[in-house]
T-cell receptor, first 114, second 114 residues
Framework: KAGVTQTPRYLIKTRGQQVTLSCSPISGHRSVSWYQQTPGQGLQFLFEYFSETQRNKGNFPGRFSGRQFSNSRSEMNVSTLELGDSALYLCASSPGWGATGELFFGEGSRLTVL | AQTVTQSQPEMSVQEAETVTLSCTYD???????LFWYKQPPSRQMILVIRQEAYKQQNATENRFSVNFQKAAKSFSLKISDSQLGDTAMYFCARGQGGSEKLVFGKGTKLTVNP
């Protein structure tokens, strides 16, 4: 069974641009959540989706948005990029929602903002 | 803020020895779950062990075990017979029923020396 796939793995953007990151969950998993990982702040929750609905959102500005498609694949978008958005963005999937079981993480998308 | 604290930024241990990583957390919920995740260098994060707060018995997974002290809100991870492959960042995390959102600690970088 394929794991969680995130694309692109690495990308470089400049301030003011926007970026879209993609996440394909494990087949059969319907819940997807996103985390931002930085050396200073650690792992911070961005949002979680189940059945195409955002169930929870972290404390991030409105420049951060996401969505989930009917096949459970998810995308997140960051508009008007700032230097502080440089981070590893991790996607995680799980079979259901609310059971607080194991999250399966992807390898992440490393974003560098210049 | 309901936080997770890992007081040891870095630790090292000799191969075959035992090491304990500390974690304390804060929550006002009764229905919550605790996790230890491992993130090897440049590799994806994987679950090490999971504990339901309502269970008094400490969880164990092969060489990994926890000491869950609910009243003290403490959740330490013991790694027995340490192996070189245990070298990684270890993150303590708390989740709660009805959500897949996890709150992570800042992590402990563990190095196993030959």
């Amino acid at each position: 069974k394929a794991g969680v796939t995130q694309t692109p793995r690495y990308l470089i953007k400049t301030r003011g641009q926007q970026v879209t990151l993609s996440c394909s969950p494990i087949s059969g998993h319907r819940s997807v959540s996103w985390y931002q990982q930085t050396p200073g702040q650690g792992l911070q929750f961005l949002f979680e989706y189940f059945s195409e609905t955002q169930r929870n959102k972290g404390n991030f500005p409105g420049r951060f948005s996401g969505r989930q498609f009917s096949n459970s694949r998810s995308e997140m978008n960051v508009s008007t990029l700032e230097l502080g958005d440089s981070a590893l963005y991790l996607c995680a999937s799980s079979p259901g929602w609310g059971a607080t079981g194991e999250l399966f993480f992807g390898e992440g998308s490393r974003l560098t903002v210049l | 803020a309901q936080t997770v604290t890992q007081s040891q930024p870095e630790m090292s241990v000799q191969e075959a020895e035992t090491v304990t990583l500390s974690c304390t957390y804060d929550t006002s919920e009764n229905n919550y779950y605790l996790f230890w995740y491992k993130q090897p260098p440049s590799r994806q994060m994987i679950l090490v062990i999971r504990q339901e707060a309502y269970k008094q018995q400490n969880a164990t997974e092969n060489r990994f075990s926890v000491n869950f002290q609910k009243a003290a809100k403490s959740f330490s991870l013991k790694i027995s017979d340490s192996q070189l492959g245990d070298t990684a960042m270890y993150f303590c995390a708390r989740g709660q029923g009805g959500s897949e959102k996890l709150v992570f600690g800042k992590g402990t970088k563990l190095t196993v020396n030959p």
